[in-house]
């Protein structure tokens, strides 16, 4: 699975290439770009989330499948 994290026009050459996309529908570089980190570092946030749950020898693994 590929997932983009994008910004300014739908058919944006990297856009185009992901299995899933995420796009800020905008032209304001500053807006695009605080959108995209904000998504990323929810996205950290549930990996973390959900390693803790886990036991030590699968949180490594999980760890290592998103490497």
């Known amino acids: 699975m590929f997932i983009t994290f994008t910004g300014f026009s739908s058919d944006n050459c990297l856009s185009l290439q992901g299995n899933r996309r995420l796009l800020v529908n905008g032209y304001a570089y500053n807006i695009v770009q605080i959108t995209r980190q904000t ?3 929810a996205v ?4 973390i989330e ?3 749950c886990l ?5 490594v693994f999980l760890f ?4």
């Open 64 to 67: 290592l499948s998103f490497v």
């Open 50 to 52: 959900k390693a803790e």
């Open 39 to 41: 998504w990323l570092l």
């Open 44 to 47: 950290c946030d549930l990996i």
């Open 55 to 59: 036991t030590p020898q699968a949180s």
